[in-house]
């Protein structure tokens, strides 16, 4: 598949409305928003929005920095693995994620060093609103949401209009080692799930993980069914913790009258 200039256009004006979205908290920087425009503008969603929701699946984990870390940015397989998956023939959803996490990890270099270049604009606009400079003020207080605008316009053009030479690059790789990446990309989204559960996972809920676990294994229950009995038990878990705390503040109550009562005795 062929992408023409107007299409590369249209994608790097959705990368920047995209990109710029993550200042504004709207939260359009996530791959399964990117890959969705994608497939809208290149008339094949379902391929973007599998795209989508397998670096979804893989980003829950390693897409969320902990501590110091700076975990890899969306647009990479949001934008550039959608295009390799929807334009180029034996790339799967999966070898797209896994071809795609490399331009990830640079465009978050990209995004920090954007980020440098505007470390001083929040006390240069503050300074302007000491003096009363509102035009200077709105310049600078916008600065850094135009230039992730600019840079999400760069990489999604650019992305898409040079899809020719990763196509040709992509063809270098054999056949064997591109299956590899397929089942590599198939295992990052258990290895996000994973992560996650590491932080999130307490011992009391194990029992519902294996329960899960079983539910979607051996009854082959879809995805909704299973969320529908963890919704479930989320429910039943926070009704009872909220009647313990009532019972709790209740006896601490009772136990602060019993106490001042004794004491009115004693007198």
């Given at each position: ?63 969320v920095g902990a501590g110091g870390t700076v ?197």
């Amino acid at each position: 598949m062929q992408i023409t200039l107007i299409q590369a256009l249209l994608i790097g004006l959705w990368t920047a409305f995209c990109y710029a979205g993550m200042l504004w908290g709207i939260y359009t920087n996530r791959a399964l928003v990117l890959s969705f425009g994608v497939g809208v503008i290149l008339n094949d969603i379902p391929t973007a929005l599998a795209c989508g929701a397998v670096a979804e699946l893989a980003f829950m984990g390693f897409g969320v920095g902990a501590g110091g870390t700076v975990p890899p940015n969306p647009i990479g397989p949001g934008i550039i693995g959608t295009l390799m998956a929807i334009t180029m023939n034996g790339v799967t959803p999966q070898s797209a994620l896994a071809l795609s996490i490399p331009f990830a990890v640079a465009i978050q270099f990209l995004q920090t060093f954007v980020y440098t270049l505007c470390a001083g604009l929040p006390e240069a606009a503050s300074n302007a609103l000491k003096k009363q400079n509102f035009t200077k003020f709105r310049i600078l207080s916008n600065t850094t949401v135009s230039l992730f605008a600019i840079v999400g316009f760069f990489l999604g053009f650019l992305g898409a209009y040079s899809m020719d030479t990763l196509r040709n690059l992509v063809g270098l790789i054999p056949a064997w080692l591109l299956s590899g990446l397929s089942v590599a990309g198939g295992m990052l989204p258990a290895i996000g799930f994973a992560m996650v559960m590491t932080v999130m996972l307490k011992k009391e809920f194990v029992p519902f993980a294996l329960l899960g676990y079983a539910l979607a294994a051996f009854l082959q229950l879809p995805v909704i069914g299973i969320a529908i009995i963890g919704l479930v038990f989320a429910l039943k878990y926070y009704f009872a913790e909220d009647d313990k705390q009532e019972k709790t503040a209740g006896q601490a109550a009772t136990e602060t009258v019993s106490e001042e009562e004794s004491r009115d005795d004693w007198i």
